[in-house]
C-alpha cells in the first residue's frame, strides 16, 4: 500500500486550452469582413465549441469525483497528494494567481455561445442544465480550496457541500481509468449524476 496519491491521475492530459481556443476562434470571426463569411466560419467551429465545452465540463466533474475519491478513501489513514504543481509556486506566483479565471471565462461564455449560435446558425441552442451545475459545483470546489496552492495531503482536500453529503456508489477510479485508457473524458459524464 502506497503512503500518497496522485494530485491528477491523468485527466490533466486529456483537458483541452478552451480560453485560448475560443479567443483564436473569435480573432479569426473579427478578420472576415462579411456577415455571410462569419456565419459559414461560426458554422464550421460551432461543434468543435461545443465539443471543446464538454470536454472542460467533464474535466472538472473528473476532477470533483477524483478529490471525492482521495478524499473519502483516506479519512482514516490521510496520504501525501504528489504532483500538486501549485505547492511549487512563488509566494508571488501565488498571490497573482487567479484560479478562477479558466471557470470563469466559461460560464461568461456559456451565454455568449447560446446567443452567438442563434445569431449566426439561426438555430437555438442552450447549454445542458447538467454542465452548469458541474460548472457550478466545480467553482465552489475551487473557491474553497483556494485553488490548491496549499493542498498537500488528502485531508487538505474540502469537498462543495453537497459531495460532502453524498455517498457516491461508482467505482470513481475505475470510472477515471477507462476514461484515461480511451483518451475521452465525456465518458465521466455518464456517471454524472452520482455526483449532482
Known amino acids: 500500500m502506497t503512503d500518497n496519491v496522485m494530485f491528477d491521475p491523468g485527466i490533466g492530459e486529456l483537458v483541452v486550452d478552451f480560453n485560448n481556443f475560443i479567443n483564436e476562434v473569435y480573432s479569426q470571426l473579427m478578420n472576415l469582413r462579411t456577415i455571410h463569411q462569419k456565419r459559414a466560419r461560426f458554422k464550421i467551429y460551432s461543434a468543435k465549441i461545443e465539443k471543446y465545452i464538454e470536454n472542460n465540463i467533464a ?8 478529490a471525492y475519491y ?4 483516506n479519512k482514516s489513514n490521510p496520504k501525501d497528494i504528489v504532483g500538486n504543481v501549485f505547492l511549487y509556486m512563488s509566494e508571488e506566483q501565488k498571490n497573482d494567481y487567479d484560479y478562477m ?16 449560435m442563434l445569431y449566426y446558425t439561426g438555430k437555438k441552442y ?3 442544465e447538467e454542465w452548469k451545475q458541474i460548472l ?4 465552489e470546489f475551487l473557491e474553497k480550496n483556494k485553488g490548491f496552492i496549499s493542498a498537500k495531503t488528502t485531508n487538505d482536500i474540502v469537498l462543495p457541500d453537497k ?21 475521452d473524458l465525456t465518458l465521466l459524464l455518464n456517471i454524472s449524476k452520482f455526483a449532482l
Open 101 to 116: 479565471i479558466q471557470v470563469n471565462f466559461m460560464e461568461n461564455y456559456f451565454d455568449s455561445f447560446e446567443r452567438d
Open 136 to 139: 457550478s459545483l466545480y467553482m
Open 126 to 128: 442552450l447549454i445542458p
Open 163 to 183: 459531495l460532502k453529503e453524498k455517498t457516491i456508489l461508482v467505482d470513481i477510479n475505475k470510472s477515471i481509468q477507462e476514461t484515461i485508457e480511451k483518451k
Open 59 to 66: 474535466f472538472y466533474l473528473g476532477c470533483l469525483l477524483w
Open 70 to 73: 482521495i478524499h473519502n478513501t
